[in-house]
């Protein structure tokens, strides 16, 4: 976990003792009459599902063809659970953004019942893996890959809404719409990762909608003032990302920089050592890189 301290020897020991009963479920794959494992991930973003195949394969590998990867993917538009054709025993439930706002404090890890909002799809899931029926409601989808990029797509509703829920495991994650992190945004401008720019950007767009939905005035308390400030920090911030991966598109390549370059200004009035809100971090990390046509 997050705030687990991995230098510690007792956090140490436990995690020990985590990997070796980990490793232990290979015995169900080598049984006689093997049984079903699944395994668990909440995604940190939806950029992630890209790897999902990938995953699961690999645990396939080591567990054996009953193992199945179930998925959590928070801030959606509804509760619903889907299959792949092209990833048998991947299972991928999105859940819905409602959740985070109901006022029952449905994601807590302090007080019980701990995740309320993951009890039903976790429930459903173990009853299918084992033989029950699938989960209600659910959808049939032909490529996972196909379901992606197909969310992108401004016209028609979707399924999914693609977002980043915090990728730097040293903090908790959200169920509300986040920046994607600095490193993410470093690699979005290695050649590797082109594919992946639209996805980081929606991310981008998604967290500053979610920011502005307050509508809240300028002229109100300084705690409001605050919260205005962040938003606008971050709209700001989104511009510049747009602007430098949309300049990589266009017949230009990137050379990171073989000295520090000077910080770019974000708009007038503002200054790239705002320490306000993350995406400003992000603005200033990406000064560091240069456009080269």
Not at 61 to 90: M, R, V, Y
């Amino acid at each position: 976990f997050f705030h687990d301290d991995l230098t510690g020897a007792d956090a140490i020991l436990r995690y020990r003792r985590r990997i070796e009963r980990f490793w232990r479920l290979k015995e169900r794959a080598c049984a006689s009459d093997p049984r079903p494992t699944m395994f668990v991930y909440a995604l940190a973003a939806t950029a992630e599902l890209l790897q999902a195949k990938d995953l699961l394969g690999c645990l396939q590998e080591l567990f054996g063809t009953k193992a199945w990867l179930c998925l959590f993917l928070d801030g959606q538009p509804n509760d619903i659970a889907l299959f792949f054709d092209d990833a048998p025993g991947l299972l991928l439930f999105t859940i819905a953004s409602s959740h985070g706002h109901s006022g029952l404090d449905e994601y807590s890890i302090v007080t019980e019942p701990y995740v309320k909002a993951y009890h039903r799809p976790l429930q459903e899931a173990v009853g299918h893996v084992n033989g029950g029926p699938p989960p209600t409601p659910h959808m049939q989808v032909p490529s996972l890959e196909r379901f992606v990029w197909e969310a992108l797509e401004v016209d028609g509703p979707h399924v999914l809404k693609h977002l980043s829920l915090g990728e730097d495991l040293r903090t908790s994650t959200s169920y509300d719409p986040q920046m994607p992190c600095d490193e993410t945004f470093r690699c979005a401008l290695s050649s590797p990762w082109r594919p992946r720019r639209e996805l980081i950007w929606a991310a981008c767009r998604a967290h500053y909608a979610a920011m502005g939905g307050a509508n809240l005035k300028e002229d109100g308390e300084n705690s409001k003032k605050a919260i205005v400030q962040r938003w606008r920090t971050s709209f700001v911030a989104s511009m510049f990302v747009e602007k430098v991966l949309s300049s990589t598109c266009n017949g230009g390549t990137l050379a990171e920089s073989t000295k520090r370059t000077a910080p770019l200004p974000l708009a007038p009035g503002w200054k790239s050592t705002t320490r306000s809100h993350h995406a400003s971090s992000v603005a200033r990390h990406l000064s560091d890189w240069e456009v080269v046509e």
